[in-house]
């Protein structure tokens, strides 16, 4: 149940290079393809079952990384990765995990792309500028300090950079969602969601087989959808199933389905998923949360966000079911773990401008500086889209201790849009409307 909760990481010191002349507050990202949790494929059936993370052949962790200088005293991060002649109709993606500071991508030489939230998974298409046989990836740390203020939680000492090279076909699975409904008698309606995407200039046929399981192996959906697509077009598969209410998610009783995904093209198969997913619906009104119609009380302990994973076991062991994680990077593993353990888990983006103060006049607090606007909404997005998968997951926050103002309304309302049936907490910002806490 923990498989792979625990993965090794690359630790490093780091001395970093300038960000603040090479580009302005608004952007947070170039060369970013769609936010999305984890989700890796397999050439096959029997390999997408074990979920391995290891080295396989539409997925190469990258390892053996080299640390370097360049000549503006930043720290680059190198290593090398392949792209097999049977990957030259595939599309070739850079997946970066944990950074935990601004960074450039750089393939062959070639700037590939450019966060500015070190803290949340991005990936970057790198098609046009990987080629056959060997390639060098080169992950450039580039300076907190321009974003201190808003990044008040104390600095990364050791980088977790963990990063993959994953291959998809042209016509591929991009992402997978799903909603929880109660019903009657006992029941629920599930509904899922399949993105596909197509990213050739022709239109395209894809056939998505799918089977759900239930914790007890039980088949309880299957069959497959074609779905036409136009250039560059991207549609959603979808599919419902109707399912005990004894065997939705929640603390105490962390079921979890699993879903098996097949995506053919021009009658080959391309690739292959199997993803644990748990149902659960929540509400939460007058101070109350309703997991799956009931009651909950949580009983929360608040974490750093690199807590270790024998203490999320430990905090269970005293009593705790919730836990709520402060601003930085959660680890996908993190994540994974409190969905097997039956743990509610409160997300924080990466926002704390605490050190700026309360006051919300010119050069006061960022939260209400319209310059910081793009910053805020976008963390707060890729909080929301690189983890809406995780179960546990049934609360959301755009920041902590970072007074209030209108960096903070637009954040609210851009999470709201995504978040679902999860509230979007703001405890610290003086009871005002973009607070679901008080409702």
Same mark, same amino acid.
């Given at each position: 149940?923990?498989?792979?909760?625990?993965?090794?990481?690359?630790?490093?010191?780091?001395?970093?290079? $300038?960000?603040?002349?090479?580009?302005?507050?608004?952007?947070?990202?170039?060369?970013?393809?769609?936010?999305?949790?984890?989700?890796?494929?397999?050439?096959?059936?029997?390999?997408?079952? &074990?979920?391995?993370?290891?080295?396989? /052949?539409?997925?190469?962790?990258?390892?053996?990384?080299?640390?370097?200088?360049?000549?503006?005293?930043? &720290?680059?991060?190198?290593?090398?990765? &392949?792209?097999? %002649?049977?990957?030259?109709?595939?599309?070739?993606?850079?997946?970066?995990?944990?950074?935990?500071?601004?960074?450039?991508?750089?393939? $062959? =030489?070639?700037?590939?792309?450019?966060?500015?939230?070190? %803290?949340?998974? !991005?990936?970057?298409?790198?098609?046009?500028?990987?080629?056959?046989?060997?390639?060098?990836?080169?992950?450039?740390?580039?300076?907190?300090?321009?974003?201190?203020?808003?990044?008040?939680?104390?600095?990364?000492? =050791?980088?977790?950079?963990?990063?993959?090279?994953? !291959?998809?076909?042209?016509?591929?699975?991009?992402?997978?969602?799903?909603? &929880?409904?109660?019903?009657?008698?006992?029941?629920?309606?599930?509904?899922?969601?399949?993105?596909?995407?197509?990213?050739?200039?022709?239109?395209?046929?894809?056939?998505?087989?799918?089977? +759900?399981?239930?914790?007890?192996?039980?088949?309880?959906?299957?069959?497959?959808?074609?779905?036409?697509?136009?250039?560059? =077009?991207? @549609?959603?598969?979808?599919?419902?199933?109707?399912? #005990? @209410?004894?065997?939705?998610?929640?603390?105490?009783?962390?079921?979890?389905?699993?879903?098996?995904?097949?995506?053919?093209?021009?009658?080959?198969?391309?690739?292959?998923?199997?993803?644990?997913?748990?149902? /659960?619906?929540?509400?939460?009104?007058?101070?109350?949360? +309703?997991?799956?119609?009931?009651?909950?009380?949580?009983?929360?302990?608040?974490?750093?966000?690199?807590?270790?994973?024998?203490?999320?076991?430990?905090?269970?062991?005293? =009593?705790? $079911?919730?836990?709520?994680?402060?601003?930085?990077?959660?680890?996908?593993? +993190?994540?994974?773990? *409190?969905? !097997?353990?039956?743990?509610?888990?409160?997300?924080?983006?990466?926002?704390?401008?605490?050190?700026?103060?309360?006051?919300? /006049?010119?050069?006061?607090? #960022? !939260?209400?500086?319209?310059?910081?606007?793009?910053?805020?909404?976008?963390?707060?997005?890729?909080?929301?889209?690189?983890?809406?998968?995780?179960?546990?997951?049934?609360?959301?926050?755009?920041?902590?201790?970072?007074? $209030?103002?209108? *960096?903070?309304?637009?954040?609210?309302?851009?999470?709201?849009?995504?978040?679902?049936?999860?509230?979007? %907490?703001?405890?610290?910002?003086?009871?005002?409307?973009?607070?679901?806490?008080?409702?």
């Amino acid at each position: 149940m923990t498989r792979n909760i625990i993965m090794s990481v690359l630790a490093v010191t780091v001395t970093v290079g $300038n960000i603040a002349a090479q580009r302005p507050l608004s952007v947070t990202a170039e060369g970013r393809d769609a936010l999305r949790g984890r989700l890796i494929p397999y050439p096959t059936a029997e390999e997408a079952a &074990t979920a391995s993370m290891q080295r396989q /052949r539409y997925m190469q962790p990258l390892e053996e990384w080299q640390q370097s200088i360049d000549d503006d005293g930043a &720290t680059v991060m190198s290593a090398s990765f &392949t792209v097999p %002649f049977s990957w030259i109709e595939r599309q070739t993606f850079l997946r970066v995990e944990g950074a935990g500071v601004p960074y450039e991508v750089i393939i $062959n =030489g070639r700037t590939a792309g450019y966060a500015q939230n070190g %803290f949340a998974a !991005s990936e970057y298409n790198i098609t046009k500028l990987s080629h056959e046989d060997k390639n060098r990836v080169e992950i450039r740390l580039l300076d907190r300090a321009p974003l201190a203020a808003v990044e008040s939680f104390p600095s990364v000492v =050791g980088v977790p950079l963990r990063a993959y090279i994953i !291959s998809q076909p042209r016509v591929r699975i991009r992402d997978v969602f799903s909603r &929880t409904r109660m019903g009657v008698g006992g029941r629920a309606n599930v509904d899922i969601g399949i993105i596909v995407h197509n990213q050739t200039l022709n239109a395209k046929r894809a056939r998505i087989y799918y089977d +759900l399981y239930s914790p007890d192996t039980v088949r309880v959906a299957t069959g497959y959808k074609d779905v036409e697509l136009g250039m560059y =077009g991207i @549609d959603t598969v979808r599919f419902a199933a109707n399912i #005990p @209410d004894s065997e939705l998610w929640r603390a105490g009783s962390p079921e979890m389905y699993r879903l098996e995904l097949r995506n053919r093209i021009a009658g080959r198969d391309v690739e292959f998923y199997s993803l644990p997913v748990g149902f /659960r619906s929540v509400e939460y009104a007058d101070g109350e949360f +309703l997991i799956n119609g009931r009651s909950e009380t949580m009983r929360r302990a608040d974490v750093d966000a690199s807590v270790a994973a024998r203490r999320i076991v430990e905090l269970q062991a005293e =009593g705790y $079911n919730a836990v709520r994680f402060e601003a930085g990077h959660v680890a996908e593993e +993190l994540l994974s773990l *409190c969905d !097997s353990l039956g743990m509610y888990v409160f997300l924080t983006a990466a926002i704390d401008s605490s050190s700026a103060g309360e006051s919300r /006049r010119v050069g006061g607090n #960022p !939260s209400n500086d319209p310059a910081w606007r793009a910053t805020y909404v976008d963390r707060g997005e890729m909080l929301i889209e690189t983890t809406k998968r995780h179960p546990s997951v049934v609360v959301y926050s755009p920041a902590q201790h970072s007074a $209030n103002g209108i *960096c903070l309304y637009d954040s609210y309302l851009a999470m709201k849009m995504l978040a679902g049936e999860r509230p979007v %907490f703001y405890t610290d910002g003086g009871g005002e409307w973009n607070d679901d806490s008080k409702k």
